[in-house]
Every structure is written in C-alpha cells, then in structure tokens.
C-alpha cells in the first residue's frame, strides 16, 4: 500500500513542481506508515533522479523508452497505472499542469479512483482520507472526503513546505509494455519560448495590465522580472490585445498563479483578475490611480506612475 | 458532424461566493448563474463547425432543474437539443460517468467541453470521459480544424503551444481563441423554447462527500510607501515579507 508520485522530466531534470509533489506523497507515505515511490517518464541521468529521495522518496521507477520523450496523455496513463499496479499504491500524487490534469485525469479512469485537484495542503487522515481543495477559482476551499480504494490528488503550488533531508532515492528501470493506440495522437510541431522562467513554476511574478498603454513599454516589465529572477505575466485585456502571449494572462479565464511574490503593474484588479491570484502569498500593488480595486487585495501598495516606479525598483533589486 | 457539448451552469464570474446550513451548502441567494465561460468557446465552435459541415450539435448537462435557464440559452445559441441528467455534479468521476454513458449510446465524432469548470476548476472531466470511452482526450486546445475523419489542433503548454494531429472521435476541453462568443438572437431565443431537451436520471455512486466549505481568511490592511520612497518597498519584501 505504497504511494506514488507522477513525476514530469524538462530539459533532464525533474521539474520543480514535481519535487514539491515528491515531497507531499513522502509526508502521506509517512503518515500511512508507508514509503514513496516515484515515476519519471523521459530522459534524466540517474543521479538527476537519485535527488528525489532529497524530497522523501525512497525509490525511483525510470521509464525511458524511445516513444515517451514527449508529453504522450494515453501512454503516460497507461505507464502510471502500470507503475499504481506493480507498487500496490493506494494514493498518486501528481502536480497540477497541462500533462500532469490530463494524466490525474485518465488514470483516475483506468482505476475507477476519486480525484480531486487544487489540493492546498496535506491530508487530515484521523477519520477517512481527507482533503482540501480550493474552488470557485480561489474565492473558497472545500473539506472532501475520498471514499475509494485508489485515490489520486493533483495538488497546487505551495501545498506543503518542503524540507530537504539530503537523501537519496534508488533508481530502477521501468519498462511496462506500451499500446499502439496510445501513439494515434501525433504532436506535429512545438512553439515554446525557452528562455523564460515557467509561468505557473514561478515563486516571484510580475504582472502588468492595460497601465502600460503597449507593447513597446514591457522592458521595464521585463527589467525587474529578471532583476527578481522571476515570471512575467499579464492581464486578460493585454494578451487580448496581442501586446503579450495567450500563455502569460493570468485570472479567471487564464493561468491561476500561487507564487509567493505576486508584483501587479498598472492592473485595476478586476475580481476576475484576483480569481488567478488571490492564492499568492504576498501581493505588490503599483498603480497610478488610489482608488484602485486591486489595493483592497494587496499587501503592499504604491499608488505612482509605473513609468516612474518600476526602473527605480529595478536598481533597488539590483544594488541587494 | 455529430458533436456533443457538456456545459455547466457556474456563479457569474463577479459572484460573490458565501455558503449556508453551517457551511455544507453553497448559497445560491442573489447569485446569477451563467455557461460556463469555457463551455461557451466549446459551444461556440460546435455551432460553427456544424454550420460549415453540416450535423447536429447536442448540449449536455449533468445538474439540477435550475440549470435550465443555461441551458435554453445554448439552445438558442444554435445547439438542436439538450440532455439534462438530474442530480448534483458531486465529484469529478461522478459526472464523467453520467457524460460518458450518454456518450456510449450515440456515435459522436466530437465531445467538446470547456478547460475547466469554473466552480471546481479540475480540469479533469475531458480526460475521465476520454479514457472511460477509450478515445484520446485533448485540453486545453485552443485551434480547431475538420479536415474528413482527421481534427487538426492546437494545444496550449507551459511557456508555449504544439500542433496536433488526431483522428475522430476525440474528446477535447476548448479554450479561447477557438471561436468568437456566441451571443443569442431573437430566432434563436423563439426557437429554443421548442427544441427537445430530454432529463434522464443518473447512474452510479460519488466517490467523494463534500464535509464542509471554508473562505479564505480576510486580508489584513494594505501597508502604503510612498511614491517617493518606493525604493524602501525591495527592503520591506526582504526583511519583513521575507519573499526576496
Ligand atoms: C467572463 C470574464 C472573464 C474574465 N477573465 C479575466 C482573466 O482571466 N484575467 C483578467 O485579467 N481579466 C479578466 N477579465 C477582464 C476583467 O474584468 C478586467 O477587464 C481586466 O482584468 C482589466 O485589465 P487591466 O487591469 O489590465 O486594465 P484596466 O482595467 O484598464 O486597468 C488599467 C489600470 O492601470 C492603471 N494605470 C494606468 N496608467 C498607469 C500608470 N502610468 N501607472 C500606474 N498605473 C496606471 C489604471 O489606474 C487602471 O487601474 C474577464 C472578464 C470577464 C467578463
Ligand atoms: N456538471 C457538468 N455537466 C456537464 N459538463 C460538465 C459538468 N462538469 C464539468 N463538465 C465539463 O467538463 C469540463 C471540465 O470540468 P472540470 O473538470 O470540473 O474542470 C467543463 O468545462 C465542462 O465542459
């Protein structure tokens, strides 16, 4: 009755995400009295997988088959429920992200389990199994108890605290039989920035809005954002407006962000742009106008011109 | 073309979320409920898609009777008929099951829904549905094209997007830039009235029981610097909020 964490591989190593979600599945193993196993599916050097037992794992299901360096939904499933099988798991954790829902979601299927997503913190296990999740897109959380025997939880950014221990994990190779129908979607081509730091991955974000009045303005955006080693991300009107990638809007109706620094430039902080952010740890609000919804959300306020504001902060950040 | 929508009837997105009978009931007083705004792209390009290739385009719903009113919209919006199953949508697994027996007794090509929902966000119900019909499920794909029996995609990722390829059926969460928002018109709204929308009872047990609803704590006040010291904001990040 192990648990297993679904682990996604980017660029060799584990994301981080994923080692959050390590660390959580190691704090239910060690609540249930069991241990962690993990699965990384793709190509990473053994000692990259070994970091996992750093996070609570104690051992490393590595799957590398030629077929699996890309992000596959059905042949991931299919190795995940593979891997719930061959470990005897009562309990999968994964991440939340485009691969890692989609995923959650399939398996959950293949083993008839409860899966509930957005979990913001570990379970309480003292009568049932337990969980919270947030819904209605940050505004509330909701206690629900999972009835069936497999169990798979997709958590949120910052769902528990991590604590390194300096172990490390032993890695297996893992090579379940592998269906043709699972490859009958072909991915026929990638567009992805690659120099930018994950937008859902990030602890600091800085986000601007409709106050930057274009995209010739976004240097200063991008000034601080890499002054702070962080994301840069945008209102619903500004990606609308093609001054920035689709993939950047955060709120309602885009990415739900929960760093721990969220940074908002000239955004009015309409309620289905804080639906995105209002998990955030700590929220920065500059705007020119005082009046502003987005102050009654903030921890932090500057009412000023961010034409002003932000190159001042810049150098700040830089003389640290 | 013989497409399927699932939609749900969520809070106005500007609701304000509160709950009742010592916190076990979401409180329906004075909210407004609409599609939900990714269901809506779904629909949108179901319509489109059946007005350029021909076939029928079925609304499905898994809700109580007061998701109606979401429903006749989608009606009017150009759908040909609705099927409401009549309980509560307790848990993911739960609904995926109502969707995919419906699904089981007809051949549609295309089973479109929206990314997420936004009451319960899981992001999960495409995929559920998808594996218990053995047929691939895409989310969230934000480029829909028919060419004969093959649907070329775009999906977005993380910090990007990738084309895909797959033949139907196929079951996909949309989101924008799919199509444009459909909004009803007076045709529309007089025939809705008319068209067949069948309630058919659920199948099966929830996986889950909901024990209890939380809001989050209220934020403390909002600490000022002014303008003219902005700088000191970076010192108070590092050594107060302690995030830098
Ligand atoms: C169904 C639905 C879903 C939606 N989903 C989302 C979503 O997911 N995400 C989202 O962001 N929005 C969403 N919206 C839109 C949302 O309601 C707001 O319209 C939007 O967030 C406003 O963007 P903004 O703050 O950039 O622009 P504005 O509201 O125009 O605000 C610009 C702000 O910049 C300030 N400003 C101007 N110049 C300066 C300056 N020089 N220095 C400092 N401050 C300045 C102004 O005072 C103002 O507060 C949704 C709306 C609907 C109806
Ligand atoms: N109760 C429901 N009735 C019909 N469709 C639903 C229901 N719940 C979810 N869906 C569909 O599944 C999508 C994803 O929902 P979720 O997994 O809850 O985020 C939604 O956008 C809908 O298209």
């Given at each position: 009755m192990s648990v297993i964490i679904f682990t996604e591989i980017d660029n060799g190593a584990l994301k981080k995400s994923s080692l959050e979600a390590v660390y959580y599945g190691a704090e239910v193993a060690k609540m249930k009295g069991t241990t962690a196993t993990v699965l990384a599916i793709g190509e990473a050097s053994e000692a990259e997988l070994a970091k996992a037992g750093n996070f609570g794992a104690t051992k490393v299901l590595h799957a590398n088959d030629a077929r699996l360096a890309t992000g596959n939904i059905q042949a991931y499933a299919d190795v995940l429920a593979s891997a719930v099988t061959q470990?005897?798991?009562?309990?999968?954790?994964?991440?939340?992200?485009?691969?890692?829902?989609?995923?959650?979601?399939?398996?959950?299927g293949k083993l008839k389990a409860a899966i509930v997503s957005n979990v913001t913190e570990l379970p309480d296990l003292s009568g049932g199994f337990k969980v919270t999740r947030s819904i209605y897109t940050g505004k509330a959380f909701a206690t629900v108890e999972m009835k069936s025997d497999k169990k798979i939880i997709a958590i949120k950014k910052n769902a528990v605290s991590v604590v390194e221990s300096g172990a490390s994990a032993g890695v297996e190779v893992f090579t379940p039989a592998l269906k043709d129908a699972d490859f009958a979607v072909k991915v026929?081509?990638?567009?992805?920035?690659?120099?930018?730091?994950?937008?859902?991955?990030?602890?600091?974000?800085?986000?601007?809005?409709?106050?930057?009045?274009?995209?010739?303005?976004?240097?200063?955006?991008?000034?601080?954002?890499?002054?702070?080693?962080?994301?840069?991300?945008?209102?619903?009107?500004?990606?609308?407006?093609?001054?920035?990638?689709?993939?950047?809007?955060?709120?309602q109706t885009g990415i739900k962000v929960s760093p721990n620094l969220y940074i908002a430039c000239g955004i009015s902080g309409a309620i289905q742009h804080l639906a995105g952010v209002n998990s955030s740890k700590v929220i920065v609000v500059i705007n020119k106008d005082p009046e502003a919804p987005f102050f009654k959300a903030a921890d932090y306020g500057i009412v000023g011109d961010v034409f002003d504001i932000l190159p001042r902060l810049t150098k700040a950040v830089k003389a640290l | 073309m013989k497409i399927l929508v699932c939609v749900t009837s969520v809070p106005d997105t500007t609701a304000k979320i509160s709950f009742t009978d010592g916190d076990t009931k979401f409180n329906k007083a004075g909210v407004t409920y609409i599609t939900g705004p990714y269901d809506d792209y779904?629909?949108?390009?179901?319509?489109?898609?059946?007005?350029?290739?021909?076939?029928?385009?079925?609304?499905?719903?898994?809700?109580?009777?007061?998701?109606?009113?979401v429903i006749r919209k989608c009606l009017a919006i150009g759908a040909d008929d609705a099927i409401r199953v009549?309980?509560?949508?307790?848990?993911?697994?739960?609904?995926?099951?109502?969707?995919?027996?419906?699904?089981?007794?007809?051949?549609?090509?295309?089973?479109?829904?929206?990314r997420e929902s936004i009451d319960f966000n899981s992001g999960v119900v495409h995929g559920l549905v998808g594996e218990m019909l053995g047929i691939p499920s895409l989310s969230p794909v934000m480029k829909l094209e028919i060419e004969g029996t093959t649907a070329k995609?775009?999906?977005?990722?993380?910090?990007g997007k990738e084309d895909i390829e797959a033949s139907l059926p196929l079951v996909l969460g949309c989101q924008e830039p799919i199509a444009e928002w459909k909004i009803p018109n007076m045709r529309g709204i007089m025939t809705a009235r008319t068209k067949p929308l069948r309630v058919v009872e659920p199948v099966g047990d929830d996986l889950t029981i909901t024990e209890k609803f939380t809001l989050p704590a209220p934020k403390g006040a909002c600490k000022m610097i002014p303008a003219e010291n902005a700088e000191e904001l970076i010192a108070l990040l590092k050594n107060e909020a302690k995030v830098l």
């Open positions: 470990e005897n798991a009562e309990v999968v954790i994964l991440a939340k992200s485009s691969l890692g829902d989609a995923v959650a979601a399939r398996v959950a026929t081509g990638t567009h992805k920035a690659s120099s930018t730091i994950s937008l859902p991955e990030a602890d600091i974000v800085v986000s601007a809005g409709r106050g930057l009045k274009g995209p010739e303005n976004w240097g200063i955006v991008e000034d601080l954002a890499n002054a702070l080693g962080a994301a840069t991300a945008c209102s619903k009107p500004v990606s609308d407006l093609d001054w920035r990638p689709h993939h950047e809007h955060v709120g | 779904a629909l949108s390009r179901a319509v489109e898609l059946k007005e350029k290739l021909g076939g029928t385009v079925t609304v499905l719903n898994v809700g109580e009777s007061d998701s109606e009113q009549n309980c509560e949508p307790k848990d993911s697994y739960f609904t995926a099951v109502q969707i995919a027996t419906i699904a089981a007794q007809e051949n549609y090509d295309l089973i479109l829904m929206g995609m775009t999906r977005e990722i993380e910090g």
